[in-house]
């Protein structure tokens, strides 16, 4: 199957573009796999670990008004707890909605009960003065569910830990993978180019040592390319314009060797003689302009 050079060099620049996109491909893979474990673990566990520090500290800020008043003998402000109590119940409906670890449905169960029964009864003593039993019961559950705050804490902090170790696995193996990747896409693009510029070159110094030969009249220069492309062609066109160049030089020599031992002859007869060698001449420098330009038009 005949291929022009053309065709060569611009299926060339396509596989080259083809190693290139193969290498993003990857490198896109590796960094969306990479991005989506990280995403993973601020979205789920982080946030875990924020709605259970704010529950706590609500729930402290509760028991610290209930305490101050007590001490003070004086009436809690009702609105400000139901306010914190509702902050509270906020930030447990939106950890119930962020599950994702093993365990952690049935924890968040157990702190949304006992927050019911804790808020129920913190709902009742407020705006009233607190005995030493009420605070006492209030103390005892604020404890209970920080104690479960503290395990959902731990939870998704130990995922956090896991999941970031296993990032950090996956981000080591995919450098391992685009570094054998990319060197083994390196070791092809750079044996293409390096016989693709082997192919170019050593047909272009032949070609060019050619043309040196055939300039210097050594017209017994000739050219033999492999294969079927414009090159090959070159080189027939090439031999065929040394072929008839030397022919040409064969018969001008004879010529003139006749019309060197005829000098004392004619001289009508030597004109005649040098005129027909003249004749010759320009049809040879037609032909030459012939042919350089088939191979320009090749080219």
């Given at each position: 199957m005949k291929m022009s050079?053309?065709?060569?060099?611009?299926?060339?620049?396509?596989?080259?573009?083809?190693?290139?996109?193969v290498l993003l491909g990857f490198s896109a893979f590796y960094l969306n796999k990479l991005s989506k474990k990280t995403s993973a673990i601020?979205?789920?566990?982080?946030?875990?670990?924020?709605y259970a520090r704010e529950i706590t500290e609500?729930?402290?800020?509760?028991?610290?008004?209930?305490?101050?008043?007590?001490?003070?003998?004086?009436?809690?402000?009702?609105?400000?707890i139901l306010k914190t109590i509702e902050v509270v119940s906020q930030s447990l409906e939106a950890e119930k909605n962020n599950i994702t670890e093993p365990g952690e449905d049935k924890l968040v169960a157990s702190i949304e009960a006992g927050f019911s029964e804790y808020s129920d009864s913190?709902?009742?003593?407020?705006?009233?003065?607190?005995?030493?039993?009420?605070?006492?019961?209030?103390?005892?559950?604020?404890?209970?569910?920080?104690?479960q705050l503290v395990l959902l804490s731990q939870?998704?902090?130990?995922?956090?830990?896991?999941?970031?170790?296993?990032?950090k696995i996956s981000s080591k193996n995919a450098l391992t993978g685009m570094t054998i990747l990319g060197s083994f896409c390196f070791l092809i693009a750079l044996s293409f180019i390096y016989s693709f510029a082997s192919y170019f070159n050593e047909r272009f110094l032949q070609l060019y040592n050619g043309i040196k030969e055939i300039v210097s009249s050594n017209y017994g220069q000739r050219l033999y390319f492999d294969g079927v492309d414009e090159f090959y062609e070159i080189s027939?066109?090439?031999?065929?314009?040394?072929?008839?160049?030397?022919?040409?030089?064969?018969?001008?020599?004879?010529q003139l060797s006749f019309l060197t031992s005829a000098e004392n002859e004619d001289p009508d007869d030597n004109v005649e003689e040098l005129q027909d060698v003249l004749i010759r001449i320009k049809s040879i420098e037609k032909q030459a302009e012939e042919i350089l330009s088939k191979i320009k038009n090749n080219g």
């Open positions: 050079i053309r065709t060569k060099f611009t299926l060339g620049m396509i596989f080259i573009f083809l190693i290139i996109l601020l979205k789920e566990n982080y946030l875990s670990l924020v609500e729930i402290s800020k509760v028991n610290l008004d209930f305490t101050t008043a007590f001490l003070e003998n004086k009436k809690t402000e009702k609105q400000q913190v709902a009742k003593a407020a705006g009233e003065n607190l005995s030493a039993k009420q605070l006492l019961y209030f103390q005892q559950k604020a404890e209970i569910l920080q104690q939870m998704n902090g130990k995922a956090i830990e896991m999941k970031t170790d296993d990032a027939l066109l090439f031999n065929q314009m040394a072929e008839k160049l030397s022919g040409e030089q064969t018969r001008d020599s004879e």
